[in-house]
C-alpha cells in the first residue's frame, strides 16, 4: 500500500462507546496529523506528532486522547463523545514539522464519524 | 485574528476556464497552498506559492501578490472530474498552516 490509510472509513458510535481511529502512512514521513473537517468550515488542526513526540494540541477536549507508537502509525481514541463532534477525521503526515520548504502535507481519505 | 476568505461555491461549464480567488489575513507569511478535495476523498496538493507570480502546471495556474494578500487559482479547459471542492491555505510566521473553508466548484455539461 502506498499514500496514508485511515480505517474505519465510516464509524457511527453511541455517546457512552469507546472507539478508535487509525491512521497509517507508507511514506517515510517522520511527522503526522488529526485534521477535524465540518461541513463548510475550515480544517481545524487537533494534534501534530513530530518523530513520534506530540508537538501539539490544540485544546482538544480529553474526550479525544491521541496515540503515536512510530512514526508510521497514529491512532484517535474516543470516549464520551458528543453529537457535536461527528465529522470527517482527517490523518496527514509530511517530511517533518521543521520550518524550511513547502513541507506539503499528504492527507487520508478520513473517517466520516457519527455520533448518535 | 487570522481568516482565509474563498467563495463557498462556484459553477462553471465544462471545457471553460474558472478563477477561485483566496484573500487572506495572517500573522506573517510563509508559503500559500492549494489542495483539490473530491467528496469522499482526500485532500490533494496541487500548488505551493511563497514568491509573487504566476506558477503553472498543466491547466492549473496558481498566482500570489503577497502585498496585496491575495491568491487565485486559475483552471483551464475544464473537465467534469474537475468537479471538487479547493481549498487555500497559508502558512503564519508560526509556521502554522490557516486554512479558508474551501470552494465548491460545480462544472456542467
Known amino acids: 500500500e502506498t499514500g496514508v490509510t485511515q480505517t474505519p472509513r465510516h464509524l457511527v458510535m453511541g455517546m457512552t462507546n469507546k472507539k478508535s481511529l487509525k491512521c497509517e502512512q507508507h511514506l517515510g514521513h517522520n511527522a503526522m496529523y488529526w485534521y477535524k473537517q465540518s461541513a463548510k468550515k475550515p480544517l481545524e488542526l487537533m494534534f501534530v506528532?513530530?518523530?513520534?513526540?506530540?508537538?501539539e494540541n490544540n485544546s482538544v477536549p480529553s474526550r479525544f486522547s491521541p496515540e503515536c507508537p512510530n512514526s508510521s502509525h497514529l491512532f484517535l481514541h474516543l470516549h464520551t463523545l458528543q453529537p457535536e463532534d461527528s465529522a470527517l477525521y482527517l490523518c496527514a503526515s509530511s517530511q517533518s514539522t521543521e520550518n524550511s520548504g513547502a513541507n506539503v502535507l499528504t492527507f487520508g481519505a478520513g473517517s466520516r464519524l457519527t455520533v448518535l | 485574528g487570522q481568516n482565509i476568505d474563498q467563495p463557498t461555491e462556484m459553477t462553471a461549464t465544462e471545457g471553460a476556464i474558472v478563477q477561485i480567488n483566496c484573500t487572506y489575513q495572517?500573522?506573517?507569511?510563509?508559503?500559500l497552498f492549494w489542495y483539490q478535495q473530491h467528496a469522499g476523498e482526500a485532500p490533494t496538493f496541487l500548488s505551493y506559492n511563497v514568491l509573487d507570480g504566476l506558477e503553472e502546471k498543466g491547466r492549473f495556474s496558481s498566482f500570489l501578490s503577497r502585498s496585496k494578500g491575495y491568491s487565485y487559482l486559475l483552471l483551464k479547459e475544464l473537465q467534469m472530474k474537475d468537479s471538487a471542492s479547493y481549498l487555500c491555505a497559508v502558512r503564519d510566521s508560526n509556521y502554522q498552516l490557516i486554512w479558508g473553508a474551501g470552494t465548491k466548484l460545480i462544472i456542467k455539461p
Open positions: 506528532y513530530n518523530f513520534k513526540e506530540q508537538t
Open positions: 495572517t500573522s506573517g507569511f510563509n508559503g
